[in-house]
């Protein structure tokens, strides 16, 4: 903790990784693309999934456990998903170890415990859900099911980042069945919904609502809807998919059902998920040079209370005024330290407190307690003031409410800032090479012209907004004609 | 739901496997000794969860995520911890699927995408904790680390049935690093007494605290201290353990700190954890032959009203008073469900209730609206009785507090009834063949005796009891001396 951060203008990405691990949110670990996820950075994740799975609950959903392992043939049952994930599988082939005869202390795979079928490790639950929901359906009236799970899944991803993409990772994934496409459709869109209202809301980062274009979609969904975020080094982060899977694995496992006229048909699907990637979405929409810049809604500690002190005399003269404070704002739902740590002076404290976001710092001096006074610093403005105790609760209050807002419009502020509307090709590398963001564009909805843009500039099509003016144009690579602009950036 | 569940006395397991499927508690999956949670089994899961991870938080522990997968060198660190779980390990071999040359449409394993090093799949994690651990420590000062997971686990089982003994399964591991060999063995004494707190009171079961015998220890650890529980068919349950690992791990993983005096010490270790096995404790415990009986403290509604009409007309008069109830209970932090399906009939809803183990059910008809009372079924007596709506709501608390007491009652009375102190071998096997239970015996001590037993009998040492007279004896097998009773058991 005693060097400096790596600035965003130095090196953004360097940035991102000593942040990740200075402020106690992850560290990699002895897997290869495997984090572990620290007791700050889980704490984070707790809250986010709790505010979720009252969301997910309110909208009737129920969680449920399946298995961590899908055993090949039912994985492969679904070609289209199969295919999307058959090259980033872990695959588990035996279930025993034994000692090595020739390494005297050292195990080795026991080569008789070889699994008749391999078991894969899920890299998303479709497979083994869809399997199991075909005894769970018979008729209309065990529809439809709504169903989500909290749990690790595994992608054997090359190349890895803390959060953003791992080999491991937490997640929920919502996986549901009904008696009609609409009904479906519905439930997609819906779920998308309440994912742009979680992240804009708690999170504090405003998001685009759109379609994935066919070559980005879930490798089996009929259509996927997203969020969309800009981070603040103008790339594109995807913060969460919503998939209507028609009869896709519905046909696959055979999953039928009487309906309302007695006869048999497929159901419809869909699912949706979001991860702990959105712990880096979190991360980089906000913070700055100094660390971590949390939104009140999320913050482990949304005020930390620090002492100084020369004496112990006045340390328990602080302590009283502090308690006091503490139980006031308790009462209030704020979840508040008291940081009294003798192994630590004050400006470790700051440091530590400003490096992972604290968003209210109150320090309390003996000055102070003759003022009837405490000094409040603002990480989100890196702003102090000194105030008086009478009152001092809803003071807090209308802040935490203020910086959660003013997080969210200032992301807002730079996000519309980074949405560039070009016409020609020229001026869609431009951007690309000098401001970067969301260019809204043209596309001749082709996946030719979609790869070539994405060959020529590693952009791609984030969405296919879902709101928004809707005018017709002419492709900006190929001139075609265009039925309506699309979102391309840079992504995570 | 329609056929009955088999009796306890007719076949206690089946009735126990009919049960958890019939109360839609979990059922099989397609991946050999592994279950599928259902949505009414994990909403009891999820309820066991929140208490006991406020009761980690409360004792001040934090939770965080480890890797699914541990490299097969860092699992073979601590030798007899390896040895311990390396026959019932599920092993990740390789990372890549591919199209299958000689099976269209099929996959199969990318021999080229073989593992440079295994990972085995998770039994338990002090393995990749203690390498983490390594860089969380320095000083005294970063001490005690007090670390809680919630995770899922596997251990490649051979005889697997639902909750009890499952491949994959759901649990919490709590593991911590303390500076002294006492205070890591207070906190291992204090972990087994939250357990023992939380199932005692939410779960209503009475446990016996004890220590393990060192055959029956965990691997890898010095001590291991447990909760005990007796099953209505006379066997018993390991609740939860909690375990003193000395300076095991902190050796085999080098995790040394700077002592107060400046010297390098090892640091000491415990590791705790309980499991979705509850589940099956909880279950085994409290139900009857008419289906599952939940403790109030855990049950995912604590009361349901069914409404009893004829006419439309009826069901609205019906639902306005409902509405009343409902809302006066929830105001109360009960959790109550209005059950106006139209889809079954009031019997067959209260077929399924009584099979789900709702504590209470009120039935509302339409005489009861003349009268201003409604029915309410107890599911643990299966009594019935006609109240007042005047004053329900102080009843149905009442209600629920009794049934909570009750329940922990009736099983401490079987189970205190079910402790028989014997001083022969003769004895010992005669119980065992027909009261079952826990036998209170003398023991010489040795592993021994305690293995010919465990042979001749089926009968293990649950635990040697923290509690009770300690008075000395002699072995009821060898007749050697013995410094205090034991307790056998057959057990799951």
Not at 23 to 43: F, H, Q, T, W
Not at 281 to 287: F, G, K, P
Not at 475 to 487: A, D, E, I
């Amino acid at each position: 903790m005693s060097k400096k951060l790596t600035s965003r203008a130095e090196d953004y990405s360097k940035w991102y990784n000593e942040l990740v691990v200075k402020a106690d949110l992850a560290e990699n670990s002895a897997v290869r693309g495997c984090m572990v996820i620290k007791p700050y950075g889980y704490a984070i994740w707790e809250k986010m999934q709790a505010e979720l799975d009252k969301m997910f609950k309110e909208t009737g959903h129920q969680n449920a456990y399946f298995p961590l392992f899908v055993p090949k043939s039912l994985f492969e049952a679904e070609e289209k998903n199969a295919e999307g994930f058959a090259k980033e599988c872990a695959i588990v082939t035996h279930y025993r170890l034994q000692n090595d005869p020739d390494k005297p202390g050292k195990l080795r795979v026991d080569p008789e415990a070889k699994l008749e079928e391999e078991l894969i490790v899920r890299p998303t639950s479709e497979a083994i859900i869809w399997n199991t929901f075909r005894g769970w359906v018979q008729s209309y009236r065990d529809l439809p099911l709504l169903i989500n799970q909290w749990a690790n899944v595994v992608r054997w991803e090359m190349r890895t980042r803390l959060f953003l993409r791992t080999a491991e990772f937490l997640w929920q994934e919502g996986h549901t069945a009904h008696e009609t496409k609409q009904e479906a459709i519905t439930e997609a869109e819906l779920m998308n919904n309440v994912y742009a209202t979680f992240v804009e809301k708690f999170m504090a980062i405003p998001v685009i609502q759109g379609l994935k274009t066919e070559s980005e979609r879930f490798a089996g969904a009929d259509e996927t809807y997203c969020i969309e975020a800009l981070m603040q080094d103008g790339k594109a982060l995807q913060a969460g998919t919503s998939h209507f899977l028609g009869q896709n694995f519905a046909k696959a496992f055979d999953v039928k059902f009487a309906n309302k006229e007695g006869k048999q048909d497929y159901v419809w699907a869909t699912s949706w998920g979001v991860s702990t990637r959105l712990m880096g979405a979190l991360i980089m929409t906000h913070s700055d040079d100094h660390g971590l810049v949390l939104p009140p809604s999320l913050a482990p500690n949304q005020v930390v209370i620090v002492p100084i002190y020369k004496s112990e005399e006045d340390l328990n003269a602080i302590t009283e005024v502090a308690n006091g404070i503490l139980s006031d704002l308790r009462g209030k739902n704020i979840t508040v330290k008291y940081d009294n740590r003798t192994t630590r002076r004050p400006g470790a404290k700051f440091a530590q407190h400003e490096l992972q976001g604290v968003p209210l710092r109150i320090a309390i001096g003996t000055r102070d307690l003759a003022n009837g006074t405490v000094e409040i610093a603002r990480r989100d403005t890196l702003t102090k003031e000194v105030v008086a105790i009478d009152g001092l609760n809803d003071k807090i209050e209308g802040l935490l409410a203020e910086i959660q807002e003013s997080l969210f419009n200032k992301a807002l502020d730079f996000r519309n800032g980074h949405i560039t509307e070009v016409d020609t090709f020229d001026e869609f590398k431009t951007v690309l090479e000098t401001k970067t963001g969301f260019i809204s564009a043209h596309w001749d909805g082709t996946n030719e012209t979609e790869d070539k843009i994405k060959e020529l500039t590693k952009a791609t099509i984030r969405c296919i907004p879902l709101e928004g003016e809707v005018k017709e144009g002419v492709c900006v690579y190929t001139g075609n004609p265009s039925k309506r602009r699309v979102l391309f950036a840079k992504a995570y």
